[in-house]
């Protein structure tokens, strides 16, 4: 492919570097251009002489593919390469003659940019893979273990992540990069560093060039990691309270960390900051609950001053603990006194129904003092809600239990619950008569309260209505109802209690099946058999809230 050759007065009013280069590698042509550029090179110099490298090795080449009949243009690859500090892109022309005119454009700013483009996809794709492995562990020293490792990786020649003071130390991890993460804890002054005591209460970073390496302390430093070079402080911030600071070195004989690392290691040690807030404030919740919750767990009960007593829950959604049902137990002090049962059932469902169920819980205890007037309590209890800002309700049945010979006393108040289960030894379900209203709507809540007695062998049972309005069976949409749950009960006499709360619980498990239900709570009061005298668990007091 052939070209007509511009003339020179063309050549030099050209905005680019142009110069013409014959077969042999002699400078045929250079323009005013092209003469600064690549000072000493003019007309009749070799190429070789005063171009770079790069350049003459491109037009070596370019000559051969000429010289073998090839098409040039066809052939042609875009060159590139420095002259000085500048980058150059070099465009070939073959003319008629076969010399070669080289056009050079300076595409410094081009790469810089393309550059820093692509520089800016990393770290923000660094950034995204950083956040997701962050977040997806809410273990406190996970986080703070990939923090330092991610760092060390790619920030910095090593990295340590502190965290604030636990009782005298400091927590921390090390990490060198190629290595793994180190757990250590510190006893040790951070303001020996500067700016890391500020980090580690949440003050903006202190730049890396305030920052003398020689002075960093002895502890600062990772084994065997040689002269520091520079070093960067940042805070790693949570939500509200720091969650500690972020230390990046750098060894010696390396660049030191650019305006533009630090503003980056910063946005790095803002998303690990809350990954780790949130680990933190994860386990605090975490351990409040399980603090909390070991009140609210069923106790084992089995005998309660020659009464058996047995109890289970089940919560509207299986990944939950505690609902809207409730009940208690309260065993007697002394023999022949009655031990105190409620069995409740607050309007709603998950932690908001169970809030209120917290309230009605501990007036009920602090009213045990009245526990031979149900009514009394009842009163009491209503009043307090009505008090509460809520607009919630509740029902609940009461029992008061003691041995009375073979047999058990009962006493059972119903306020606005539906009546308790009597199972007589031959099989025999009977409603208790009690009555009343329910509780925390109306300025008045009055019930009946009934006398029972269970012989040996039989039980009462009180339960919620998630038992009866449970829906499922062969259609899956049929409630379980009041008259299936009887004909359950009638063959569960003589059962121990425990037995009878397993069974009807199986029951209506499998009627359920996979489909949804509401909370479900039940007690089962009854007179053994055989008895003797016991407490629950050994000698505590029994409470199960759900």
């Known amino acids: 492919m052939s070209s007509t050759a511009p003339t020179l007065e063309a050549l030099s009013l050209l905005p680019y570097a142009v110069l013409v280069v014959d077969g042999s590698g002699v400078v045929c042509h250079v323009n005013a251009k092209a003469a600064a550029l690549f000072p000493g090179l003019h007309r009749g110099a070799a190429l070789v002489d005063s171009a770079p490298p790069w350049l003459v090795d491109a037009h070596t080449r370019r000559t051969a593919t000429a010289s073998q009949g090839r098409d040039a243009h066809g052939d042609a690859q875009l060159v590139s390469g420095p002259v000085g500090a500048r980058s150059f892109e070099a465009h070939a022309t073959v003319q008629d003659d076969g010399n070669v005119m080289w056009w050079l454009v300076d595409d410094t700013d081009h790469r810089l940019a393309r550059r820093a483009l692509e ?161 933190r404030l994860y386990a605090e919740q975490s351990s409040l609950s399980q603090t909390l919750m070991r009140d609210l767990l069923p106790p084992v009960l089995h005998q309660i001053s020659g009464v058996d007593f047995a109890g289970g829950y089940r919560a509207s959604k299986d990944h939950e603990r505690i609902g809207g049902d409730f009940y208690d137990v309260h065993p007697a002090s002394t023999a022949g006194e009655e031990s105190f049962a409620v069995l409740g059932d607050v309007c709603g469902k998950g932690m908001e129904a169970a809030v209120l169920t917290g309230k009605i819980r501990n007036t009920l205890q602090a009213l045990l003092p009245m526990a031979d007037d149900h009514q009394r309590m009842i009163d009491l209890l209503n009043g307090a809600l009505l008090n509460a800002h809520h607009t919630r309700f509740a029902t609940l049945v009461m029992a008061s239990a003691a041995r009375e010979g073979g047999n058990v006393r009962l006493r059972l108040t119903s306020a606005g619950h539906q009546p308790a289960l009597i199972v007589r030894s031959d099989g025999t379900v009977e409603e208790g008569r009690s009555r009343g209203t329910l509780v925390g709507t109306l300025p008045k809540a009055p019930a009946t309260t009934t006398y029972e007695t269970l012989a040996p062998g039989e039980f009462c049972m009180l339960f919620t209505d998630g038992f009866t309005e449970a829906r499922g069976g062969p259609l899956g949409d049929e409630l379980f109802s009041e008259d299936r749950l009887k004909e359950a ?31 479900m709570a039940v007690i089962v009061i009854a007179a053994p058999r055989s008895h003797h005298l016991s407490a629950v668990d050994g000698h505590t007091r029994g409470r199960f809230t759900a």
């Open 119 to 279: 520089e800016e996809r990393e770290r923000t794709a660094f950034l995204t893979e950083a956040s997701n492995t962050l977040l997806s562990s809410l273990n406190l020293e996970r986080c703070m273990d990939v923090t330092a490792q991610l760092a060390a990786e790619h920030l910095a020649d090593a990295a340590l992540v502190i965290a604030p003071r636990n009782a005298r130390r400091l927590p921390v991890v090390i990490c060198l990069r190629g290595e793994k993460p180190q757990r250590l804890q510190w006893d040790v002054d951070p303001a020996e560093v500067p700016g890391l005591a500020e980090a580690l209460q949440g003050f903006p970073p202190v730049p890396s060039r305030w920052i003398d390496p020689a002075c960093a302390p002895e502890w600062l430093v990772p084994q065997g990691f040689g002269p520091v070079g520079s070093i960067v402080v940042t805070p790693l911030p949570g939500h509200g309270v720091p969650a500690g600071a972020l230390v990046l070195l750098r060894r010696s004989g390396k660049a030191a960390f650019t305006d533009g690392e630090e503003v980056f290691a910063r946005l790095f040690a803002a998303r690990s900051g809350a990954a780790m807030s949130a680990a």
């Open 489 to 519: 009960l009638s063959h569960c006499a003589g059962m121990p209690a425990e037995a009878v709360v397993e069974h009807v619980q199986m029951l209506v498990s499998h009627w359920v099946g996979s489909g949804s239900h509401d909370d």
